[in-house]
Protein backbone atom coordinates (compact mmCIF):
# COMPACT_ATOMS: atom_id res chain seq x y z
CA UNK A 1 0.00 0.00 0.00
CA UNK A 2 1.45 3.35 -1.03
CA UNK A 3 1.47 6.24 1.46
CA UNK A 4 3.09 9.31 0.98
CA UNK A 5 2.77 11.38 4.49
CA UNK A 6 3.49 15.30 4.57
CA UNK A 7 5.06 17.24 7.51
CA UNK A 8 6.48 20.41 8.53
CA UNK A 9 3.69 22.74 7.97
CA UNK A 10 3.16 25.54 10.67
CA UNK A 11 2.09 29.38 11.13
CA UNK A 12 4.81 31.58 9.96
CA UNK A 13 5.19 35.28 9.37
CA UNK A 14 5.86 36.83 5.95
CA UNK A 15 9.80 36.49 5.60
CA UNK A 16 10.26 33.33 7.19
CA UNK A 17 11.05 29.71 5.74
CA UNK A 18 9.87 26.89 6.08
CA UNK A 19 10.59 23.14 5.24
CA UNK A 20 8.37 20.81 3.97
CA UNK A 21 8.76 16.89 4.34
CA UNK A 22 7.49 13.69 2.16
CA UNK A 23 8.08 10.53 3.63
CA UNK A 24 7.19 7.97 0.89
CA UNK A 25 6.47 3.78 1.40
CA UNK A 26 4.98 1.16 -0.53
CA UNK A 27 6.53 1.98 -3.61
CA UNK A 28 10.22 2.19 -5.36
CA UNK A 29 10.88 5.89 -4.67
CA UNK A 30 13.42 6.31 -7.03
CA UNK A 31 10.71 4.94 -10.09
CA UNK A 32 8.40 8.30 -9.21
CA UNK A 33 8.81 11.98 -10.11
CA UNK A 34 7.74 13.36 -7.03
CA UNK A 35 5.33 16.90 -6.50
CA UNK A 36 4.69 19.30 -4.93
CA UNK A 37 0.90 20.99 -5.10
CA UNK A 38 -0.82 23.89 -2.68
CA UNK A 39 -4.74 24.66 -2.45
CA UNK A 40 -6.12 27.70 -1.09
CA UNK A 41 -9.39 27.76 0.54
CA UNK A 42 -11.63 28.58 -2.94
CA UNK A 43 -8.97 28.14 -5.07
CA UNK A 44 -8.07 25.69 -7.91
CA UNK A 45 -4.85 23.45 -6.62
CA UNK A 46 -1.88 24.99 -8.25
CA UNK A 47 1.47 23.32 -8.88
CA UNK A 48 4.00 23.83 -6.78
CA UNK A 49 7.43 22.19 -7.50
CA UNK A 50 8.41 18.66 -8.99
CA UNK A 51 11.44 16.89 -9.43
CA UNK A 52 12.34 13.53 -11.36
CA UNK A 53 12.89 9.99 -10.08
CA UNK A 54 16.58 10.99 -9.85
CA UNK A 55 16.77 13.82 -8.60
CA UNK A 56 18.43 15.26 -11.83
CA UNK A 57 15.40 17.51 -13.28
CA UNK A 58 13.08 20.31 -10.81
CA UNK A 59 10.43 21.74 -12.05
CA UNK A 60 8.87 25.07 -10.00
CA UNK A 61 5.63 27.43 -10.62
CA UNK A 62 6.27 30.65 -11.25
CA UNK A 63 4.80 31.69 -8.35
CA UNK A 64 7.43 30.32 -6.22
CA UNK A 65 10.48 30.17 -8.32
CA UNK A 66 13.54 31.96 -6.90
CA UNK A 67 12.06 31.48 -3.49
CA UNK A 68 11.18 27.23 -3.11
CA UNK A 69 14.18 24.49 -3.80
CA UNK A 70 12.63 20.92 -4.13
CA UNK A 71 15.07 18.23 -3.75
CA UNK A 72 14.65 14.63 -2.48
CA UNK A 73 16.68 11.91 -0.63
CA UNK A 74 15.74 8.27 -2.33
CA UNK A 75 17.76 6.30 -0.26
CA UNK A 76 15.58 7.68 2.75
CA UNK A 77 12.29 7.49 0.68
CA UNK A 78 12.36 11.24 1.31
CA UNK A 79 11.66 14.33 -0.59
CA UNK A 80 12.08 17.79 0.69
CA UNK A 81 10.11 21.49 -0.26
CA UNK A 82 12.55 24.46 1.11
CA UNK A 83 10.19 27.43 1.10
CA UNK A 84 12.23 30.83 1.92
CA UNK A 85 10.90 34.18 1.95
CA UNK A 86 6.93 33.16 2.57
CA UNK A 87 4.30 35.22 1.54
CA UNK A 88 0.82 35.50 3.20
CA UNK A 89 -0.53 34.30 -0.48
CA UNK A 90 1.57 31.27 -0.18
CA UNK A 91 -1.12 30.08 2.05
CA UNK A 92 -2.47 26.81 1.47
CA UNK A 93 -2.22 22.91 2.14
CA UNK A 94 0.32 22.03 0.49
CA UNK A 95 0.29 18.10 -1.07
CA UNK A 96 3.08 15.46 -2.13
CA UNK A 97 2.36 13.28 -4.80
CA UNK A 98 4.15 11.24 -7.02
CA UNK A 99 3.66 9.82 -10.85
CA UNK A 100 5.62 7.61 -12.94
CA UNK A 101 6.39 7.47 -16.23
CA UNK A 102 9.07 8.97 -18.83
CA UNK A 103 8.50 12.78 -18.23
CA UNK A 104 6.51 12.74 -15.24
CA UNK A 105 8.13 15.18 -13.42
CA UNK A 106 7.29 17.65 -16.53
CA UNK A 107 4.02 16.59 -16.69
CA UNK A 108 3.36 17.10 -13.03
CA UNK A 109 4.53 20.69 -14.00
CA UNK A 110 0.96 20.60 -17.29
CA UNK A 111 -1.28 19.01 -13.96
CA UNK A 112 -1.44 15.65 -15.30
CA UNK A 113 -3.37 13.59 -12.11
CA UNK A 114 -0.57 12.15 -9.94
CA UNK A 115 -0.67 8.40 -8.81
CA UNK A 116 -0.61 8.77 -5.36
CA UNK A 117 -1.33 12.18 -3.35
CA UNK A 118 -0.44 12.74 1.03
CA UNK A 119 -2.70 13.61 2.87
CA UNK A 120 -1.34 17.51 2.94
CA UNK A 121 0.06 19.78 5.72
CA UNK A 122 -1.24 23.47 6.37
CA UNK A 123 1.19 26.08 5.79
CA UNK A 124 0.04 29.85 7.18
CA UNK A 125 1.89 32.54 6.28
CA UNK A 126 0.74 36.02 8.51
CA UNK A 127 1.32 39.59 7.09
Known amino acids: QVQLVESGGGLVQAGDSLRLSCAAS????????LGWFRQAPMTEREFVAA????????YYGDSVKGRFTISRENAKNKAYLQMNNLTPEDTAVYYC????????????????????WGQGTQVTVSS
Open 97 to 116: ATLRGAYSAQAMRRMTTPDY
Open 26 to 33: GLTFSNYA
Open 51 to 58: ISGSGGST
